[in-house]
Nanobody, 123 residues
């Protein structure tokens, strides 16, 4: 089991960039695929990106967001460029041992979650 702590959220303007970080505790970090979800006010939580030996992105962020991980530091990152007001949400780090990360967006996997970090993009 891993514990997850996100950081790096904030208030930015449309077109700006932001990098989110997720620190994971636990000796088995390398055995987990990692990812990011987000939840906007009044909406359901939605998949954003995930990484194992593969990476997979939601269509809405493809080409703008980049997920990466540093297994030596137990860290996962989400680089967000060309931010839009519709990217405003609470962003959650997630972990699961499902390595075929294309399944993350549509399957009923059970994830370990962080507490979330708020990202607000003003127009």
């Amino acid at each position: 089991q891993v514990q997850l702590v996100e950081s790096g959220g904030g208030l930015v303007q449309a077109g700006d960039s932001l990098r989110l970080s997720c620190a994971a505790s636990g000796r088995t970090f390398g055995s987990y695929a990692m990812g990011w979800f987000r939840q906007a006010p009044g909406k359901e939580r939605e998949f954003v990106a995930a990484i194992s030996v593969y990476t997979y992105y939601a269509d809405s962020v493809k080409g703008r967001f980049t997920i990466s991980r540093d297994n030596a530091k137990n860290m996962v990152y989400l680089q967000m460029n060309s931010l839009k007001p519709e990217d405003t949400a609470i962003y959650y780090c997630a972990a699961n041992q499902e390595q075929l990360v294309s399944r993350w967006a549509t399957s009923s996997l059970r994830f370990t979650w962080g507490q979330g970090t708020q990202v607000t993009v003003s127009s």
